[in-house]
């Protein structure tokens, strides 16, 4: 089945610096991905939407200056956390559609950021 | 938000057929059901999808009322490594949101 993975998989960082995640579609083309956070025995929380040559769209509530998304090609998608700090310490998990598929999210491993 | 309830969990003999409940009674004509399972620390694993036809596949079967309202996924044989938190889901304009889930725990 399609694959969709995440770099790196686990991250440790000092509180104020900015982290990058990346997302990778490995054996289709994916239009549009998708990025969620995950806390401790919490369900996955959708973040934004990540648009191939476009601008992400935001859920509520989530800070797009904090959380910058970049979706350069057809393939790859970033998630940058910035200036982050311990409350932003979660497992992040991006999904991916194939273009023109209509059907199943294909989901990567997650990333788990640790601040501190 | 999400638009499924699903109970917080279940428990299930090994060997036995795992029926885990969901209900989505607000769902439009046009909305897929999907069935995703998540294991402790890893990403969602697809299990299947449906829009009004029962569906079966190799991982599992969906059986759906015919008023839509509400689902069912049915794994045949369960084993001990089908314990996860299994989500049902109802696509909300190309996006999948999720709710609570059900813990579902296989027991030996």
């Known amino acids: 089945g399609a694959v969709v993975s995440q770099h790196p998989s686990w991250v440790i960082c000092k509180s104020g610096t900015s982290v990058k995640i990346e997302c990778r579609s490995l054996?289709?083309?994916?239009?549009?991905m998708f990025w969620y956070r995950q806390f401790p025995k919490q369900s996955l929380m959708l973040m934004a939407t990540?648009?191939?040559?476009?601008?992400?769209?935001?859920e509520q509530g989530v800070e797009k200056d904090k959380f910058l998304i970049n979706h350069a090609s057809l393939t790859l998608s970033t998630l940058t956390v910035t200036s982050a700090h311990p409350e932003d310490s979660s497992f992040y998990i991006c999904?991916?559609?194939?273009?023109?598929?209509?059907?199943?999210?294909?989901f990567g491993e997650g990333s788990r950021l640790t601040v501190l | 938000d999400a638009k499924t309830t699903q109970p917080p969990s279940m428990d299930c003999a090994e060997g036995r057929a795992a029926n885990l409940p969901c209900n989505h009674s607000?769902?439009?004509?046009?909305?897929?059901v999907y069935w995703y399972r998540q294991i402790h620390s890893q990403g969602p694993q697809y299990i299947i999808h449906?829009?009004?036809n029962n569906e079966t596949n190799e991982m599992a079967s969906l059986i759906i009322t015919e008023d839509r309202k509400s689902s069912t996924l049915i794994l045949p044989h369960a084993t001990l490594r089908d314990t996860a938190v299994y989500y049902c889901?109802?696509?909300?304009?190309?996006?999948?949101?999720f709710g609570a889930g059900t813990i579902l725990r296989v027991k030996s």
């Open positions: 054996d289709f083309q994916a239009t549009t």
């Open positions: 990540s648009n191939e040559g476009s601008k992400a769209t935001y």
């Open positions: 607000t769902i439009s004509g046009n909305e897929y």
């Open positions: 889901i109802v696509r909300v304009a190309n996006k999948l949101v």
């Open positions: 999904s991916a559609r194939a273009a023109g598929n209509t059907g199943e999210l294909f």
């Open positions: 449906g829009l009004k």
